[in-house]
């Protein structure tokens, strides 16, 4: 990793010289000098790095030594900056006063700092660099040094079905706690437990039981509980409660047994230990009425599935044949190809290392995948790596994995560990944070986020995450989460290399190390504060039950997150303003917070801000619109910040909830030329017509959400005469009010290879789905509310590709859909009184019901 935090303080050195000559004035000389010395040490570090997973403790050192070197280094030109901002805060005059002396930096302060700074730093990496002949470290020329690059995977084909089911063999283990679950002789309420070690399969082998059995039961539900789970939101997904209540956790057991009483039910903890007692705190919500409910349970632990049931013994899952365990390996190494006579011999050679565990095979196929698909590259995976595993755990295989890792996908890998076990990421909040990190490169050829979306899909490739689910519009990862044996990997590389620093420490609650770099606190209390050091980059926040910081004291933070905060008073946040190295800032779910007196102006590098889930009406200030880096802003519905006229916001490409303007222009309007993702709303008004223009100057737009409240009318500008149609690149439409009066609804107001729709309330008197079926592209269609206001509906042909459709229609009774009509149509989700009439050829659908 030492080779990443180099990286990062030759791209700041880089930045200052090119953009800020005139500033440095006489220190640049001082500021290049650094520049090369560390670009003479990046030609050891190959070498180093090499000699270092040997188990050399001196090179390890001597990589510790320059990494904290090169901290100093983004330290000292992150706080040049920030003293120059405050100068020049306090003191419009400074900055001609600063120019004209910085000629001379023993005239100016804060340029002697800097001089005197990067002197004694230079003297430290002369000190590195000639030292590193007594660890018999080489010199490596540019030319003698291996390329290491991120291999970055086709993107995937949205049209393209994918089998995201991993392991293979372990349909005998299904079938047996499958005959567990339905065994009537025991009407009582059982606890059936699945037992094994980490990586065997447990929590693969409940989800295949649960897809297979939730129809049996009236209630049914699959949670993981992990070794910090929170009572209280546990019990809310049990109750499938969407917002947080006032309840104590007496109320919500109470309220689940009483729930629980009147059906038959299923529920599936998954990833239970004996530290936290999960099954003592639930059992009594788990009503008995004999009448076959069941409650499954994966552990680690033979002591918690004997204490969960006595009278039912554990199930054990045995470890993969060794046929089995070759076609898991290849089934990963070489998905949807052959696999050659040699390949399948070495295939065997190395699946047999791997002692039948199923994710030690999966992220084994993953690093095959990675290598050229001949015989001598998988032999030098085989004969090259340190081969320790016992057959107890699969730790070893995933050590290899990091090993094998690019630098650059090393960076996004550890920084997984920053969340909490068992959390579900999403891709983007995922990929922003990555950017503001700066873990993904500039590529003239893509954006940050299009690189970052290939970053994320190897690790996926490498089996380092886990797919939860795709975007049926790109086939992208939209969710993904992290094996918990994986984390603890990322975990422990993260805490060697002093990359992350998570609090408390599951070991000792009482830890006390000051995070340097990067903290992560997860249901902390605030005097964990106090370990997070004033040079913090990054701070991330789960579960915050106090007051928040003044965080005027961590000037130099790039990443700010905070999730979950329940309050009952109001919380007005201090000291951002402050923060001019911000690149992210996300207060997510936080229900009381304000902002109203954060004058966000002061931000100059801000990329993303997300505030999704404050109820507050006081949003950022409109200053927020002055920075011309922003990329991301996300917001609740409730604000009503406008957007200015004549706004230079040409790097912005998702906005979200923004109130339409009533003083715009046609003329002033706000420059957007790469906005992708925008949802707009009229808030309590109906004032779409200016605002409406700008519709016509959003040429790289790919998802649109329009929400007119209270009933009124979808602006007319959007969908006639030639709004919609001209966005060739638009992809994703969300129309949620009523379709203008005056226009008829035809396929031709709908941009031509739009794959997903949904109208809401749109009071449409015609049936839509002749017209609708035009859309050769629509592969998702959604229609909710008063969409249609007829008690019938007829699909007589068209919809090409659709696979998805939803019918959430208060009015509709019947739907008929005739022979040759959505021949792709997989799922099928509708209210309980809608009746269908279907052709055979969809009998095989697969049926969802939404409560009315």
């Known amino acids: 990793m030492a080779d990443l935090v180099v990286n990062f303080a030759l791209s700041k050195l880089g930045e200052m010289i090119l953009k800020e000559a005139e500033l440095l004035g006489g220190v640049k000389d001082q500021v290049e000098g650094v520049e090369k010395e560390l670009r003479r040490i990046q030609c050891c570090l190959r070498d180093a790095d090499s000699k270092r997973r040997k188990g050399d403790a001196r090179v390890q050192n001597w990589l510790n030594e320059l990494r904290d070197v090169a901290y100093r280094i983004e330290d000292t030109t992150d706080t040049f900056y920030l003293e120059l901002e405050v100068n020049r805060y306090r003191d419009p005059s400074f900055w001609h006063q600063f120019k004209t002396l910085c000629r001379n930096p023993m005239k100016v302060p804060v340029l002697h700092k800097l001089a005197k700074e990067f002197g004694k730093i230079q003297k430290e990496l002369q000190g590195i660099f000639e030292s590193k002949d007594q660890y018999g470290i080489k010199f490596l020329q540019d030319e003698d040094r291996e390329e290491e690059a991120v291999i970055l995977p086709k993107r995937r084909d949205p049209y393209l079905e994918v089998d995201e089911t991993e392991v293979v063999g372990l349909d005998v283990d299904k079938n047996n706690v499958l005959k567990l679950l339905s065994y009537e002789e025991i009407p009582r309420r059982a606890v059936i437990t699945i037992v094994g070690s980490g990586g065997l399969g447990k929590t693969t082998l409940a989800r295949m039981v649960y897809k297979s059995a939730r129809e049996d039961f009236q209630y049914h539900i699959m949670l993981s509980v992990s070794k910090q789970f929170n009572l209280t939101d546990l019990l809310r997904k049990m109750l499938k409660y969407s917002e947080p209540r006032n309840q104590d956790v007496g109320q919500l057991m109470s309220e689940l047994n009483s729930l629980l009483s009147k059906q038959r039910y299923l529920i599936i903890l998954d990833d239970v230990w004996k530290d936290n007692n999960v099954w003592d705190h639930l059992q009594d919500a788990f009503p008995d009425h004999k009448n076959g409910s069941r409650v499954l349970i994966t552990t680690r632990d033979v002591e918690v599935a004997k204490s969960a049931d006595p009278n039912m013994a554990p199930y054990e899952p045995d470890i993969l044949s060794d046929d089995n365990s070759r076609d898991l390996l290849l089934r990963k190494a070489l998905p949807h190809q052959n696999c050659s006579s040699d390949l399948h011999e070495i295939a065997n050679q190395i699946s047999k290392k791997c002692k039948g565990l199923p994710l030690a095979l999966i ?490």
Not at 576 to 587: E, M, P
Not at 610 to 618: E, H, N, T
Not at 754 to 765: F, N, Y
């Open 363 to 852: 992220v084994m196929g993953g690093i095959l995948r990675t290598k050229e698909q001949i015989y001598s590259s998988w032999e030098r995976v085989l004969r090259t790596m340190d081969w320790h595993s016992d057959g107890k755990d699969c730790m070893d295989v995933l050590a290899m994995s990091y090993k094998d890792m690019p630098y650059s996908l090393k960076a996004c890998f550890l920084h997984l560990s920053s969340f909490p076990e068992d959390y579900e990421l999403s891709a983007k909040y995922l990929i922003r944070m990555w950017i503001a990190e700066g873990f993904i490169p500039q590529n003239d050829k893509k954006t940050m986020e299009e690189t970052a979306e290939d970053y994320l899909e190897q690790l996926f490739h490498r089996s380092m995450v886990q797919v939860l689910r795709r975007s049926s519009t790109s086939g992208l990862i939209k969710y993904c989460r992290v094996h918990d044996l994986i984390r603890d990997l990322a975990m422990h590389k993260a805490a060697e290399e002093n990359f992350v620093t998570i609090f408390p420490k599951p070991q000792d609650v009482n830890h006390t190390q000051l995070a340097t770099r990067r903290a992560s606190l997860h249901l902390c209390n605030p005097q964990y504060v106090e370990n997070v050091g004033l040079n913090t980059r990054s701070l991330l926040w789960f579960g915050l039950t106090d007051n928040l910081p003044n965080y005027s004291e961590y000037k130099l933070l790039r990443v700010l997150e905070i999730e979950g905060v329940e309050m009952s008073h109001v919380i007005e946040l201090r000291g951002l303003d402050q923060l001019i190295h911000l690149k992210y800032l996300g207060f997510r779910n936080c229900k009381r917070l304000s902002m109203s007196k954060c004058p966000f102006g002061r931000l100059r590098n801000l990329e993303t801000l997300d505030l999704r889930g404050i109820l507050m009406p006081y949003g950022p200030s409109n200053d927020l619109w002055t920075i011309r880096t922003l990329r991301h802003v996300l917001y609740s519905e409730c604000f009503s910040s406008d957007l200015p006229a004549k706004a230079d916001l040409r790097n912005l490409q998702t906005l979200q909830w923004i109130s339409t303007i009533e003083t715009w222009k046609t003329n002033e309007l706000p420059r957007l030329d790469n906005l992708r993702k925008l949802r707009l709303s009229n808030g309590d008004t109906n004032h779409w017509d200016v605002a409406s223009d700008l519709f016509g100057v959003l040429p790289s737009l790919i998802s649109l959400h329009i929400r007119s409240r209270f009933r009124n009318e979808i602006p007319l500008k959007i969908v006639y005469p030639s709004a919609l149609p001209n966005y060739k690149n638009l992809r994703n439409l969300h129309l949620d009010g009523k379709w203008p009066d005056s226009v008829t609804l035809e396929a031709r107001l709908f941009p031509q290879h739009l794959i997903k729709l949904t109208l809401i309330d749109s009071e449409l008197g015609q049936d839509p789905m002749l017209e609708l079926g035009k859309l050769e592209s629509l592969m998702k269609l959604r229609l909710e509310g008063f969409a249609y206001n007829e008690k019938q509906m007829v699909c007589p042909r068209g919809f090409p590709v659709l696979q998805s459709l939803v019918l959430k229609l208060g009015g509709l009774m019947v739907l008929t859909v005739e022979t040759g009509a959505m021949p792709k149509l997989k799922y099928l989700t509708k209210s309980y009184q809608i009746k269908l009439e279907m052709p055979p050829e969809l009998n095989r659908l697969t049926y969802n019901y939404l409560l009315d």
